[in-house]
């Protein structure tokens, strides 16, 4: 966990990755990445946006545990190791190039953080 935090302060820069709301917009971008890799379409995406934010709000920390639950029984359905998934995650993204990528991306993302 550190090291993704680390990876983040040396790539993205304090605002960007000690701001919650910041965190939150990224965990749903990937989040819903990995659904549309899954089929999920954006119809029910929208649907599903408009389900959760009809409800108040969750304990922080319930809804971490409840996507890391998540994300853990999806890994097992589709047969890939999370850790191994993550440290390759690292390896990819943690070069001069992709950092530069990344910095040119951020730029383009709805943020939290204005």
Do not use: N
Not at 27 to 51: D, R, Y
Request: proline share 4%; aromatic share 4%.
């Amino acid at each position: 966990m550190r090291m993704c935090t680390a990876w983040g302060l040396k790539a993205l820069g304090i605002e960007t990755i000690m701001s919650p709301k910041e965190r939150g917009l990224r965990h749903a971008e990937e989040a819903i990445e990995l659904a549309q890799a899954l089929g999920v379409t954006k119809t029910k995406m929208t649907a599903l946006v408009k389900q959760v934010y009809d409800k108040a709000p969750g304990d922080p920390e319930q809804e971490v545990a409840g996507s890391l639950f998540t994300l853990y029984v999806a890994c097992d359905v589709l047969k890939i190791d999370p850790e191994v998934a993550l440290r390759d995650e690292i390896v990819r993204v943690d070069t001069p190039e992709m950092i530069a990528k990344c910095l040119a991306k951020q730029a383009s993302k709805v943020r939290a953080v204005d």
